[in-house]
């Protein structure tokens, strides 16, 4: 049972206090799954992992088994994967094409559509039962914004559109990239779980202030291959170019930096190699010249870290990487991550992209296993030790008037904010 | 016992395989790189495409030469926090098969199961084969091409591949 409030949210006094129970009490997990993960739109795949009719993924999204499909007429559906009979799966492969989703157990097959059209022996059954009424369970709510496709299990909430607020800005930077305004999910999932709250992700998904202590070993990485990493003078400063954190509406957030990186699209840095030059100057004129000048030097030379609330992350900077995580325990989460690309890319710029990816990203990149074991020993930290250490701080920025830099705390807090909210339904009046 | 010259190739590579397990697990990563062709690779494909190749899928791990000193320069340092300290690893070789033989260089494939702990219990056991591709020198055999393969559908419980696998 937790007695002290979740989050002490009081700018007039400079201070935000984190509960640390939110992180490590099994009740709360059960509650989030009610009140945060079966109320908001939760990212269940993209629209290029079934290009095809019959092409379908199986995933867990938001605590179900669930298959993504395209049905007969190429519209987007996503299943429950449970027979309406007894209830086992009807479709145990991971991805693949198919005209009916069959249920080994008593032989029930569905097609593409959902529909039940094949029952053995199904004269047993008395009058009433009725085929059309038992197809595949579709889930109630499954739209889409720019090809990301997101479910909601609250038939009430608002739109996807509406829910998004701020944040399609951001995801029309990605998607900006592209000349055809497509992106594709490219082959090889990363599939990972981390021992700790799924929470501590989220922060740490974008928060730059431990860029510096925990990934030093990757800044000399880019330090010897090159590339610019020196702190510029300037209060506050950390890290090698200027960025902000912003609040963008209904819990979503991001960072959003000034390049240092090197970016695919389209800043060219050392370690892509001389070849890769001309292609990535290439594609910042063919950007200048659909976007104009100064949205094409947006899309093309700002790095930004984007958090979908409550457990989507889209990071745009050395590459772009799709994060999603699931609490499968209080404190272990499974994380899947995936790598986002034009789909008009060359083969040549491909190469490079996946390259950059692997250099920070990733279970076996520079950066993420360090970040793996920061979120670890938080965990084992914080676990035993609530009673005597009950708090957390999280006042990075909150003293300042206006805008706040990526390495404040503004964006993890507009995060808790909206997760308090949920979790009590108190709407806070404190406003930063 | 009559030795035929595919059980002497054999026992050369058994040696060459055991000598880069056993200078792994004593973290002698200077060592290990010397094992290495200019321009050798070293690559973890994704659980769910063994097969594929890292121009067009996204890899676990996918180094060049210059990515390879470079991991092994991270490793080194104690601000690779991930292994520091150092995972205590034992590594177990087994069907040891040559699928190719020319004058310049080898295919050879292998099982292992590479047992990783660290204080506190984190730890895990990484099965799968290493194929690799070794070309002949004087001094007997150089890497050129690392592939570790995991047997695994998900990488999951494992959490992430910090060592050199």
Known sequence: MVTNPYIVDDPAQNDFRLNRETLVDPEILKLEKKRVFNTCWIYAGHDSEVSSPGDFVTRTVAGRPVIMTRDSKSGMRLF???????????????????KRFYCFYHGWSYDNDGALVAVPGDDAYPDSFDRSELGLMQVPRFEQYKGFWFVCFDRSAPSLDTYLSGAKEYIDLVVDQSQSQEMEIVTGVQEYDVEANWKLLVENSFDDYHLHSTHSTWLEYMKDAGVNVKIPKGKGLLLPKRGVGKNLG???????????????????????GEKAKSLVEAAKRELIERLGEERAERVANTNRNLFVFPNLMINDGSSVTVRTFWPAEVDRMEVTAWALGPVEESPEMRKVRLDAFLTFYGPGGFATPDDVEALMQVQRGIAETVNEVPWSVMTRGIAKNGEQLNSDELHLRTFWRRWNELMTGNMLSAAE | MIMQKGDDERSAVEDFLYHEAAILDDWDLDAWLDLMCDDAIYLVPPNEAPESDPEDTLFIIADDIHR?????????????????PPSRTRRLITNI???????????????????R??????????????????QRVASGFRIAERRVILDAEELGALGAVSFIL
């Open chain 1, 80 to 98: 429950l994967n449970t027979c309406r009979h007894r209830g086992a799966q009807v479709c145990r492969e991971r991805s693949g094409n198919t």
């Open chain 2, 117 to 134: 702990f660290r204080r506190g219990g984190k730890g895990g056991v990484y099965i799968g084969r290493y194929v690799h591709r070794l």
């Open chain 2, 68 to 84: 390879i000193r470079s991991r092994v320069k991270r490793l080194k340092s104690p601000d690779a926090h991930a292994e520091y």
């Open chain 2, 97 to 115: 098969r040559i699928l190719k033989s020319s004058e310049r260089e080898l295919t050879v494939t292998s099982n292992f199961s590479v047992h």
């Open chain 1, 250 to 272: 209904n819990g979503h957030a991001a960072i959003d930096s000034q390049n240092f990186r090197g970016r695919p699209v389209a800043a060219w840095i050392s370690i892509y």
